[in-house]
């Protein structure tokens, strides 16, 4: 069973151009949601996270967008650049720093020039 | 500060045979957690340590098991390793109640 899903396995952009990563979870539960980038030979690296009591959190070039009635959340990345290229997982949890992170599948961006 | 550090980075195992994978936990971090990506999937949640004890478990069979020590590192333990044990395994320390996660670049673990 699948709460965190990321349906599309990867993405290309141009340089930028602005990327949007998807997410959808099943469990109404979750009170946070993160956004994780990994690059090959690393762990995963935080990016943004948004509580869910909000609908937007912004941090520079990204934006995490929450729609709670859909559970659907996104990651917007303006502009893309190259160094953005990596796996991006979309993760959830209970309460932060004590619950477990599930983790969507990930979907692998490539930004081209 | 320090963050995560895993070893070994890889590692080549026997079916059958037993491991153990190190963890290092960010400086001032009291609590790890273990995940395991498989090739093509997200991270997959094994269990939890705090306080040297365990604090919540996915789903995954009794051979793999771990420990925390006094200074907050901790040891992952597979025992009778299967082919499907193949994955990377990847630590992430915390400090229980703030937010954020700090993974370590994880051990490659490859069962023949």
């Not at chain 1, 069973?1 to 539960?29: A, F, H, W």
């Not at chain 1, 762990?43 to 520079?60: A, H, R, V, Y």
């Not at chain 2, 269990?47 to 040297?52: C, D, G, I, T, V």
């Not at chain 2, 499907?84 to 700090?102: F, K, P």
């Amino acid at each position: 069973d699948q709460q965190v899903k990321q349906n599309s396995p990867s993405l290309s952009v141009q340089e930028g151009r602005i990327s949007i990563l998807n997410c959808d979870y099943t469990n109404s539960m979750f009170d946070y949601f993160l956004w994780y980038k990994k690059y090959p030979a690393e762990g995963p690296t935080f990016l943004i996270s948004i509580s869910s009591i909000k609908d937007k959190n912004e941090d520079g070039r990204f934006t995490v967008f929450l729609n709670k009635s859909a559970k659907h959340l996104s990651l917007h990345i303006v502009p893309s650049q190259p160094g953005d290229s990596a796996v991006y997982f979309c993760a959830a949890s209970g309460r932060l720093g004590t619950d477990k992170l599930i983790f969507g599948t990930g979907t692998r961006l490539q930004v081209f020039p | 500060e320090t963050g995560v550090t895993q070893s070994p980075t890889h590692l080549i195992k026997t079916r059958g045979q037993q491991v153990t994978l190190r963890c290092s936990s960010q400086s001032g971090h009291n609590t790890v957690s273990w995940y395991q990506q498989a090739l093509g999937q997200g991270p997959q949640f094994i269990f939890q340590y705090y306080r040297e004890e365990e604090n919540g478990r996915g789903n995954f069979p009794p051979r793999f098991s771990g420990l925390q020590f006094p200074n907050y590192s901790s040891e992952l333990n597979v025992n009778a390793l299967e082919l499907d044990d193949s994955a990377l395994y990847l630590c992430a320390s915390s400090l229980r109640g703030n937010d954020g996660y700090t993974f370590g670049s994880g051990t490659r673990l490859t069962v023949v």
